[in-house]
DNA sequence: TATTGTTATACTCTATAACTATA
DNA sequence: TATAGTTATAGAGTATAACAATA
């Protein structure tokens, strides 16, 4: 049989209220997935298209700011950069202050390249307007951040 | 700096409504975290206590079953079965049937652990419900499930 | 032939430790 | 000494291909 029990399928899914994390996962692979259908044609990760949004947004930075944006341990981002700058799509050129902190830009096929991946952005969009309203998304966005971003008063004051 | 500019990455964040595959993931990992950090005693990851929870309430499933409960590829669960049955808290017995379905159950030791577990569930989903009213939390998976799970209609009818 | 169990492999993002080079 | 950049490794879940054994 290959669906053994619906019935009790669907039970385990309500009765354990908490089976929150695997709902959030498995819509993030959802949303993921959409968005990689969308972009597959560019051969972009979505971590690869955040980061190029970043730089394209704040040009000059570098990759320690870069990875403050991205929330992301900078080991990851280096990953990241070496990735976009094998492509040509990024140059890191030695900042004018110093030769240690990089200033992170694009490349002119970086900037075309956004262009075409900004509009497959507003496809991926566009397909998750179809799937929640607006009131939604907002609401939705919201209850996710109070998961997981740092909440006023939530943590004591530093000791430090 | 490290926090090069609160003002653009709060922009970042809420220009791209589409961070929400973002948003998604780093809620993920966070109630996976909070998880985690609950079930770190025991050892036990939130796959593993799924399937432990499952085999709980239909004992004497298939691999197969499983899978099909956990909306997992088999090779999946194949991995989980071992590390469950190599630490004793769960048996594959010949099924009755033939040999080749294998009638899982819980172990003694199984049931024991599953005592604990349960409660750290508990704690688990008391530190959920600190962060959102069960009205959010209804909705929210709501919206989740809305996003990954097959929507009536969303596809045609069977072909076959 | 179809299904089950299995192994191996790969992919996503995230995280940590540890090293080098620079300021 | 502190920071930036880097390398390597690991962890989580998910997914696929391929094979053997069984029905």
Same mark, same amino acid.
């Given at each position: ?35 990689? &259908? ?91 307007? &179809? ?26 004051? &530093?000791?430090?």
């Amino acid at each position: 049989m290959e669906n053994p029990n619906d019935d009790a399928e669907m039970s385990i899914e309500l009765e354990m209220g908490s089976w929150l994390g695997r709902n959030l996962r498995r819509a993030t692979n959802a949303v993921f997935g959409q968005f990689a &259908s969308e972009f597959a044609p560019f051969n972009i990760r979505p971590a690869l298209y955040l980061a190029l949004s970043i730089i394209e947004r704040f040009p000059g930075s570098s990759g320690a700011e870069l990875s403050d944006y991205m929330t992301v341990p900078r080991a990851n981002t280096v990953v990241l950069l070496k990735e976009l700058e094998g492509r040509g799509l990024i140059k890191r050129a030695p900042n004018a202050t110093g030769r240690r902190a990089q200033a992170i830009s694009l490349t002119e096929a970086g900037h075309a390249l956004m262009i075409e991946l900004h509009a497959a952005h507003e496809r991926h969009v566009a397909y998750l307007e &179809s799937v929640m309203s607006e009131a939604e998304s907002n609401f939705l966005n919201a209850l996710l951040q109070r998961l997981w971003k740092p909440q006023a008063g939530s943590s004591p004051p &530093s000791e430090a």
